[in-house]
T-cell receptor, first 112, second 116 residues
Framework: GQNIDQPTEMTATEGAIVQINCTYQ??????LFWYQQHAGEAPTFLSYNVLDGLEEKGRFSSFLSRSKGYSYLLLKELQMKDSASYLCAVLGSGGGADGLTFGKGTHLIIQP | GAVVSQHPSRVICKSGTSVKIECRSL??????MFWYRQFPKQSLMLMATSNEGSKATYEQGVEKDKFLINHASLTLSTLTVTSAHPEDSSFYIC????????????FGAGSRLTVL
């Protein structure tokens, strides 16, 4: 089976740094994705990790440890527009996108 | 970049009627599209995989006769919710794979269905 855990909600301050954690137990592993979803809108792709380590892309970085079944999304220099839900998704066995399982998302609230 | 257009964005219908949602890939061809459903504060749940030129593949627990999927061309997939009931009220999102070995998904803007 597939199980993905991430915190339901987090609060951070504008200009600060926040780390959103995701742990997973899945049947097979072919990569981990992070998506951003603003309320009432479709998710947009942020990052993809398939090997252990840190992937940096501007203000956003994503880390993966396959042995620990753990990933985090790091957001720096937070802006008000970063208030959104952040979805962790794992691609299980088979490798096709139909094997993608999403977590429930972490609702990030940015305060002035 | 890859764009997926989904229409309508919002629809309200009476119980027992049918609703059609369209999903189009605007600047690329999509032999496969995915239909998700998302209830408030819940994760995206895959309903079915739409395949151009062949039958859709439904996830366990999803009624294929209730959620009709037609992938008529390389750029269009439709989801029809037949005989809709209030419990079908949800956010329906389509997506198509694009890039990174075709595992990165580009999502449509979603369709908010409310069944009265």
């Amino acid at each position: 089976g597939q199980n993905i855990d991430q915190p339901t909600e987090m609060t951070a301050t504008e200009g600060a740094i926040v780390q959103i954690n995701c742990t997973y137990q899945t049947s097979g592993f072919n990569g981990l994705f992070w998506y951003q979803q603003h309320a009432g809108e479709a998710p947009t792709f942020l990052s993809y990790n398939v090997l252990d380590g840190l992937e940096e892309k501007g203000r956003f970085s994503s880390f993966l440890s396959r042995s620990k079944g753990y990933s985090y999304l790091l957001l720096k220099e937070l802006q008000m527009k970063d208030s959104a839900s952040y979805l962790c998704a794992v691609l299980g066995s088979g490798g096709g996108a139909d094997g993608l399982t999403f977590g429930k998302g972490t609702h990030l609230i940015i305060q002035p | 970049g890859a764009v997926v257009s989904q229409h309508p964005s919002r629809v309200i219908c009476k119980s027992g009627t049918s609703v059609k949602i369209e999903c189009r890939s605007l600047d690329f061809q999509a032999t496969t599209m995915f239909w998700y459903r998302q209830f408030p504060k819940q994760s995206l749940m895959l309903m079915a995989t739409s395949n151009e030129g062949s039958k859709a593949t439904y996830e366990q627990g999803v009624e294929k006769d209730k959620f009709l999927i037609n992938h008529a061309s390389l750029t269009l997939s439709t989801l029809t919710v037949t005989s809709a009931h209030p419990e079908d009220s949800s956010f329906y999102i389509c997506s198509a794979p694009r890039g990174r070995g075709a595992n990165v998904l580009t999502f449509g803007a979603g369709s908010r269905l409310t069944v009265l």
